[in-house]
């Protein structure tokens, strides 16, 4: 059985005490979740002070980016014993705004989870098409060269360590969302590229996150799908009360 798991992604929003107001009412709200992993993801400024608060916590924290190298003059940048020493458990990698407005390449993608994976830390690779892509009817030609070219030189050890995130690039901050089937058509995909990677029982193992507009209204149904196994969730894990309604809901499904 794989594990269900939330992260929420703040992206850039929160200072460190608006950042502590919202941990601090998701531990009352969730203390009672152990079938679920639950992350949060807040800016680089927050990540030491957050995860002092949620120690002894059933809730993880993660970074979202991270630099390959270990140290050096690479000014503006975090290394993996930054994340880690900072109380980092999970790093979200390649997300579609990291390659929409900063540059992310597969390359630099692969490059930052073998470097997150040797510092002990679980990568959240980021995978999926734009409106554009999925209109020329070129979505899983995209999300095949996101999974075949991140995992270049990934073993199947190390895999067993990641979450693979779909995320329908058209579907994030738009209010749209995948529908079910949608998603479960990506997902099924992305795991049958996974096993002819790695094989059957690897493939079965992996967790698969949907990213994109995820709401407590649309959670129940689309942890359904049999191989959508959690959410990446952005504007809905910035408020407690939907972010514990997902988490809640979605601990929920038996499959």
Same mark, same amino acid.
């Given at each position: !059985? #794989?594990?269900?798991?939330? $992260? ?38 927050? @990540?030491?002070y ?21 140290? =050096? ?8 014993? !930054? @994340? ?9 990698? =390649? ?8 540059? +992310?390449?597969? +390359? ?26 999925r209109?020329?009817?070129k ?22 360590? !990641? ?28 795991? =049958? ?5 790695y094989?059957?029982?690897? $493939?079965?193992?992996? #967790? ?8 407590? +209204?649309?959670?129940?149904?689309? !942890?359904?799908k *049999? ?7 952005? =504007? ?11 988490? *809640? #809901?979605?601990s929920?499904?038996?499959?």
């Open positions: !059985m #794989r594990k269900t798991i939330i $992260a929420g992604n703040w992206k850039m929003y929160k200072t460190i005490k608006e950042g502590q107001v919202l941990v601090a009412a998701l531990k009352r709200e969730l203390y009672k979740i152990e079938n679920t992993d639950i992350v949060v993801c807040p800016p680089f400024t927050a @990540l030491a957050l995860a002092d608060d949620l120690k002894e916590s059933n809730i993880s924290v993660g970074a979202q980016d991270i630099y390959w190298q270990e140290e =050096g003059a690479f000014t503006g940048e975090v290394s993996p014993a !930054m @994340l880690k020493d900072a109380g980092c458990q999970y790093v979200i990698i =390649g997300h579609s705004e990291r390659r929409q407005y900063f540059g +992310e390449t597969n +390359e630099t993608v692969n490059k930052k989870i073998k470097a997150t994976l040797k510092a002990g830390l679980f990568p959240i690779m980021c995978v999926g098409e734009n409106l554009q892509e209109e020329a009817g979505a899983f030609e995209v999300i095949e060269d996101h999974v075949a070219n991140g995992l270049s030189e990934i073993s199947a050890e190390e895999v067993l360590k !990641m979450v693979v995130a779909y995320e329908p690039v058209w579907a994030i901050g738009t209010g749209k969302t995948a529908t079910p089937e949608q998603a479960q058509e990506v997902h099924a995909f992305i795991r =049958g590229l996974l096993k002819k990677k094989g059957q029982e690897v $493939a079965g193992n992996i #967790r698969i996150q949907y990213g994109g507009s995820v709401k407590p +209204e649309n959670i129940t149904e689309l !942890m359904n *049999s191989d959508v196994d959690g959410a990446l969730v952005g =504007g809905a894990s910035l408020k407690a009360d939907s972010f514990s309604a997902i988490v *809640s #809901r979605a929920e499904v038996t499959k």
